[in-house]
């Protein structure tokens, strides 16, 4: 079992509407999760980061975190072709906190 | 802040060829961390340093990989000697921990290194 674990898609969503990206985590004592874009030939940026159960919201994007099923995930919502990327979900482990286990990403493709 | 600065850009080379990365970690950022990314393995962490000092090195994949960082400004990676399935982009990446507390990475442009 991957630590970080996401479907690699490609996930089609038509523009305007919510797209919906998963991400799942094996280490329940796992503590700062993040949310990474990255457009082809492009280097990861930073989206969101969560540290505490629930939602939280940063204009269209909000990150959803629940620590009991051990699952975070990224609403994007009124989807823009701009947002067609790859996904990356990556997550701190308590154990290391300096060391980020990263996802091998969802790849998202916004359709006008 | 000029970010997180990696050179080359791109990097082609011949099998068995010595190849070092260079990287420039953001200014107050205590910690730096190599990945490698290819299509078949997605993003791999290959080593990380915290004040200077290599913390976690088990991602290197054999002994041709090797990483310095000499001071708080500046570290390499070596690939000696290289070969055609090190070809991936390897980024580095900066941030600030303290304690528990991990801040955001910041990540370099890339190196694209092709090994022919």
């Known amino acids: 079992q991957k630590e970080v674990e996401q479907n690699s898609g490609p996930l089609s969503v038509p523009e305007g509407a919510i797209a919906s990206l998963n991400c799942t985590y094996s280490?329940?004592?796992?503590?700062?999760f993040f949310w990474y874009r990255q457009y082809s030939g492009k280097s990861p940026e930073l989206i969101m980061f969560i540290y505490s159960n629930g939602d939280k919201e940063d204009g269209r994007f909000t990150a959803q975190l629940n620590k009991a099923s051990q699952y975070v995930s990224l609403l994007i919502r009124d989807s823009q072709p701009s947002d067609s990327a790859t996904y990356l979900c990556?997550?701190?482990?308590?154990?290391?906190?300096?060391?980020?286990?990263f996802g091998s990403g969802t790849r998202l493709s916004i359709r006008p | 802040d000029a970010g997180v600065i990696q050179s080359p850009r791109h990097e082609v080379t011949e099998m068995g060829q010595e190849v070092t990365l260079r990287c420039k970690p953001i200014?107050?950022?205590?910690?730096l961390f190599w990945y490698r990314q290819t299509m078949m393995r997605g993003l791999e962490l290959l080593i990380y340093?915290?004040?200077?000092?290599?913390?976690?090195d088990s991602g290197m994949p054999e002994d041709r990989f090797s990483a310095k960082m000499p001071n708080a400004s500046f570290s390499t990676l070596k690939i000696q000697p290289s070969e055609p399935r090190d070809s991936a982009v390897y980024f580095c990446a900066s941030s600030f921990i303290a304690g528990a507390f991990t801040d955001t990475q910041y990540f370099g442009p890339g190196t694209r290194l092709t090994v022919l």
């Open positions: 340093f915290n004040n200077n000092v290599p913390i976690d």
């Open positions: 200014s107050g950022h205590n910690s």
């Open positions: 280490d329940r004592g796992s503590q700062s």
């Open positions: 990556a997550v701190v482990r308590d154990s290391s906190a300096s060391k980020i286990i």
